[in-house]
């Protein structure tokens, strides 16, 4: 996998979609441990308040400190860092209480910068950092996008793909013009694909061909052992690293990091 220098800036990638169910939390896990296993020192954030990705990593919902305290300042976002089992991988954990934070964020004036300033000083730790968003456009993954160089979005390939894309597409820009000017769209990866069904075929072709450009090569198949993964605390890449979701993962992850 093709990289920076040692000493450049973590790349920030949101992984974010307003839709729920398309593989957002699954691929930001296995990207993050995708190119912590390349060798590269990796953080991910989970600012989705159901704190999947926490457990997909072998967390639990119940670790402390964790973002929300990051988010009211009672924490630095070092001291709320925790490790995984993967060499290289680091966790900030979330919670269900993070919910709150929906409510609370847009009471406080600069709130949407809160993110981007707690992980600055960390972009000289890491080369990575990889935020799992919960599924809508809400005060977290505004935080999330205005912190992020880059956005990554998981889509389905089933008849809803294209719902909710547009709006996500125009938030980004929305975000890129008023608050954060190198925000980009990494690209688009299509999630739980079924080469065996005509559907995911014409899914497949009718987003490349509304998107050219900006979808990756890599398509993420449906596979049994990417959805029992998370059960075991496990990427799918360390729980089957054989297995074909965990080959498309590894591809993908090098697409990502070309792009970023």
Do not use: W
């Amino acid at each position: 996998m093709d990289g920076r220098s040692d000493g450049d800036r973590a790349t920030i990638f949101a992984v974010a979609n307003q839709k729920g169910g398309v593989g957002k939390t699954t691929t930001a896990v296995n990207l993050a441990a995708c190119v912590a296993e390349a060798g590269y020192p990796t953080l991910l954030v989970d600012i989705d308040p159901q704190a999947n990705a926490t457990v997909g990593l072998g967390l639990t919902k119940h670790e402390s400190p964790t973002v929300y305290d990051v988010f009211g300042g009672e924490v630095t976002a070092e001291a709320a860092l925790h490790a995984s089992a993967i060499e290289n991988l680091s966790v900030l954990p979330s919670t269900p209480e993070l919910a709150g934070a929906n409510v609370e964020l847009p009471r406080i004036a600069g709130s949407e910068t809160i993110l981007r300033e707690a992980l600055e000083p960390l972009r000289e730790q890491f080369r990575f950092i990889i935020f799992d968003c919960p599924p809508s456009l809400g005060p977290l993954t505004v935080n999330a996008m205005v912190a992020a160089d880059r956005v990554v979005v998981p889509v389905q390939t089933e008849y809803f793909a294209l719902e909710g894309l547009a709006d996500l597409l125009d938030t980004v820009q929305l975000i890129q013009r008023e608050l954060n000017p190198r925000l980009s769209i990494a690209g688009i990866v299509l999630t739980m694909h079924d080469g065996r069904t005509r559907l995911a075929e014409d899914v497949e072709a009718e987003v490349r061909k509304h998107f050219p450009g900006l979808i990756f090569d890599s398509v993420i198949p449906r596979n049994v052992r990417v959805a029992e993964a998370p059960s075991y605390g496990l990427p799918v890449t360390h729980h089957d690293p054989h297995c074909a979701g965990a080959g498309a993962y590894f591809d993908l992850a090098k697409e990502v990091a070309l792009r970023g």
